[in-house]
């Protein structure tokens, strides 16, 4: 009777997972970031930069976690080793992100969300322009009818 007492490698899950989130963090951060600062352009909040800062800690965090315990009971750890990477310089990137956001709040302040304002005016400008030309010119056909 052979008694079997091979260990399973654990924490396989968590790193795979960590490197997924890294890897999602990291490629979308250009559009998260033009985003982010985008909407502090117009008197937005830092939201989305703050949501993307923690997303990134996350990725790195399980693949520390899932390193560990791989490390523990012998798996490879090829995977975790990369989300780590990808996790670090993912936080790095959200962190200069939220510098940016903040300084163009700094940078911007009220004259955001006076632009969008002015831009909301023009559109009910425009569009009581529209009706008065409708108004006009439905009066005029019947004038000449």
């Known amino acids: ?30 559009i998260i970031s033009g985003i982010a ?3 502090a352009a117009v008197g937005g909040g830092m ?3 703050m949501f993307w ?14 390193m560990m315990k791989l ?12 989300g780590m990477i990808l996790g670090i310089i993912a936080t790095i990137l959200s962190i200069t992100t939220i510098m940016g956001v903040s300084k163009m709040k700094e940078a911007v302040g009220d004259k955001g969300k006076e632009l969008l304002e002015n831009l ?16 006009m010119t439905t009066t005029t056909e019947g004038e000449t009818h």
């Open 1 to 30: 009777m052979e008694n079997n007492t091979t260990q399973t490698p654990q924490g396989k899950g968590m790193g795979v997972a960590g490197f997924v989130i890294s890897l999602i963090a990291l490629l979308l951060w250009i």
């Open 37 to 39: 600062i985008a909407a």
């Open 47 to 49: 939201g989305l930069a």
């Open 53 to 66: 800062l923690i997303l990134s800690i996350a990725g790195t965090a399980l693949s520390v976690l899932g």
């Open 71 to 82: 490390g523990k009971t012998g798996g490879k750890k090829g995977l975790a080793i990369t």
């Open 120 to 135: 909301s005016d023009t559109a009910k400008l425009r569009e009581s322009m529209m009706n008065a030309i409708e108004q």
